[in-house]
């Protein structure tokens, strides 16, 4: 990328942040890899008669990290709603964490459950594949939550439930999937336990 003139500074930190980016060799460099005769087929380029041929379904080549992927600390905590008063049901309202707040309101009927779920649980990497799993499974371990929650588990005992669960799901990957998931899927359920082996 560097010899092609995509980056403009090998010393930039991050090195792919759009602003190091040359947008334009970066598109000459893709022209040139679908330019290239990989058989005596006609290469993508060549089939039409069309100088401006290929366009782009988007706005054309672009470059990013893939290295590591982020992930939340908790996936599921409680929060006090806001005070119904007029003064604080605006944008400025106070969205605590249950912990930090006033001893007052510290009814667990009150709280406010949040999951997070999908890419803001996880952020997939992709050349593992396991998007997809991780946004259901993410979504079916709060789901189990939210159940146990409703029918009379006390918030501790829902967070605890919800973050062993989420414990075994950052573990997966393509070099653990089978030590940590039960082999038949078509068991999955609601339940952490029929997907999980160590639940």
């Known amino acids: 990328l560097a010899a092609a003139g995509v980056i403009i500074d090998e010393t930039a930190q991050p090195l792919l942040a759009p602003q190091n980016i040359n947008a334009a060799r970066l598109d000459e460099l893709a022209r040139r890899v679908l330019a290239h005769r990989f058989n005596d087929d006609p290469n993508v380029l060549e089939a039409p008669d069309d100088p401006s041929f290929p366009g782009y379904a988007d706005n054309g080549p672009k470059l990013f990290e893939m290295r590591r992927s982020e992930q939340r600390p908790e996936g599921l905590q409680f929060l006090h709603p806001p005070s119904r008063s007029s003064d604080d049901m605006g944008s400025g309202a106070d969205w605590s964490v249950t912990e930090e707040s006033d001893p007052e309101h510290d009814e667990e009927s009150q709280n406010l459950l949040v999951a997070h779920v999908g ?67 078509r068991r999955y359920a609601l339940a952490p336990e029929t997907r999980y082996r160590k639940f």
Request: charged fraction near 20%; hydrophobic fraction near 45%.
């Open 119 to 185: 890419d803001a649980l996880i952020e997939p990497f992709w050349p593992e594949g396991l998007g997809l799993l991780r946004g259901f499974f993410g979504a079916l371990d709060a789901c189990s939550a939210i159940r146990q929650w409703a029918i009379g588990a006390t918030c501790a005992a829902t967070q605890e439930a919800h973050q062993q669960a989420f414990q075994q799901l950052k573990a997966v990957h393509l070099s653990t999937k089978a030590r940590i998931l039960h082999d038949d899927e």
